[in-house]
């Protein structure tokens, strides 16, 4: 893995030839199954094998799925890709159950044909969640869908108490961003919008990532976001790097490293911001008075690393 990451593309393919290259790339995608620092929620997000690609290179996209830096389970349902070149060219991908996979990974791999910066876009819809209270403060499970298509009286519910009620019901939007710099690389592009529901904007130039201080905005709908917290997180470290948006949906993170190289996932999560979702009454039981949060979940996920 380091000495994979330590060449270029075509360094590496000129010194070791291109099957073994490619056999340490396969390498590299399955130590990365085992390089993860917990983040808190489940989301979608690509990490490229590498930061950098020279022209005639093929860049390797694996998808991560789950609640850390590494991937933990296939991603439900459809994913959408799409690689925006520097000029305004696009390639448009769908990974499902037939895509290439190394354990929990599915892999795209695209030709590098054209110089400048590539910006990677993932979105994922992870299906709908419901989180019932069934026996309150605390204990409850989750049942798969909406509320308003749950059918609660085909529910078996022995056991609840009777001011069991719904806390929570949504369905979930995961979105990603991430970055390969070609030659000739235009890195101000990636400082601005792809036009994500909820969408984490670097402010810093990208090949500052490791250098200390690093500033982000978040966007939802297009518009600044405020009071979101963001959590950074090294790959392979367990830290959690916090801040909350300000009035213009910025905030900054410490993004220090010594590593030679280091990789950082940066996640924002609407969670149940009455901005965002309802407070609602939906089925409960004959004691309870709670209302249940209801609305669309957006999660975005930004990846970073020091070879751009």
Do not use: C
């Amino acid at each position: 893995m380091e000495f994979v990451a330590k060449l270029k593309y075509s360094e590496a393919l000129n010194q070791i030839g291109v099957q073994y290259m490619r056999r340490l790339l396969l390498i590299a995608v399955l130590l990365m199954l085992f390089s993860s620092a917990a983040v808190d929620a489940h989301q979608i997000f690509v990490r490229p094998i590498s930061g950098f690609a020279n022209l005639g290179d093929t860049a390797m996209l694996p998808v991560a799925a789950g609640h850390n830096t590494s991937s933990t389970e296939m991603p439900e349902g459809l994913t959408n890709l799409t690689v925006i070149r520097q000029d305004g060219g696009v390639i448009d991908h769908i990974l499902n159950e037939k895509s290439d996979t190394m354990g929990n990974w599915p892999i795209f791999s695209f030709d590098v044909e054209h110089p400048g910066l590539y910006v990677i876009t993932s979105y994922n819809g992870g299906g709908a969640w419901t989180h019932i209270i069934t026996n309150p403060p605390a204990i409850g499970y989750w049942e798969a869908g909406i509320v308003d298509e749950i059918d609660f009286d085909a529910i078996n519910k022995t056991g609840w108490a009777k001011d069991w009620y719904v806390e929570r019901s949504y369905p979930l939007h995961t979105y990603g961003k991430s970055f390969i710099a070609g030659p000739e690389s235009d890195y101000s592009i990636a400082s601005k919008p792809v036009g994500q529901i909820l969408e984490i904007i670097p402010l810093t130039n990208i090949t500052e990532v490791g250098n200390g201080d690093f500033e982000f905005q978040v966007l939802y709908q297009g518009q600044p976001f405020s009071d979101l917290e963001l959590i950074a997180q090294k790959v392979g470290d367990d830290t959690k790097i916090r801040g909350t948006t300000d009035a213009e949906g910025k905030a900054m993170l410490n993004l220090s490293s010594t590593d030679e190289l280091s990789e950082w996932v940066v996640v924002a999560d609407t969670l149940m911001d009455t901005r965002v979702v309802e407070v609602r009454d939906a089925p409960r039981g004959e004691a309870s008075n709670e209302k249940s949060y209801v609305g669309p979940v957006y999660r975005a996920t930004v990846v970073l690393r020091t070879d751009f």
